[in-house]
């Protein structure tokens, strides 16, 4: 059975990094991975995604502080978080697609996405 498992999450001061993993296993074929963040009281957030031919996006809210790659290899696809604001505290969840999308915006939108992790938390502190 396909399944996505995240790992990585913490607790780690403003200011601080993470390395987030999610790593995907009985999958025949991925198109696009990405990955979302859910705050309390908040919508998802569709926040970085990397297509298999290694092309990346990244929404504003992270540009420049968060990198998403993947090692195909070992089937697992990794966030880089610097620079880390109290903001990012959320519950954090890798996706996959196995089919592109066509309109503007569409691979940060969780619609876009079938398949999903459980999560992992991260929290920031002051």
């Known amino acids: 059975q396909a399944r996505l498992v995240e790992s990585g999450g913490g607790s780690v001061q403003s200011g601080g990094s993470l390395r987030l993993s999610c790593e995907a296993s009985g999958y025949t074929y991925k198109y696009r991975m990405a990955w979302f963040r859910q705050a309390p009281g908040k919508e998802r957030e569709g926040i970085a995604t990397?297509?298999?031919?290694?092309?990346?996006t990244y929404a504003d809210s992270v540009k420049g502080r968060f990198t998403v790659s993947q090692d195909n290899a070992k089937n697992t696809m990794y966030l880089q978080m610097n620079s880390l604001k109290d903001e990012d505290t959320a519950m954090y969840y890798c996706?996959?697609?196995?089919?592109?999308?066509?309109?503007?915006?569409?691979?940060?939108?969780?619609?876009?996405?079938?398949?999903w992790g459980e999560g992992t938390q991260v929290t920031i502190s002051s």
């Open positions: 996706a996959t697609s196995e089919n592109p999308c066509f309109y503007i915006g569409c691979s940060l939108r969780s619609s876009t996405y079938n398949s």
């Open positions: 990397i297509r298999n031919d290694g092309h990346s």
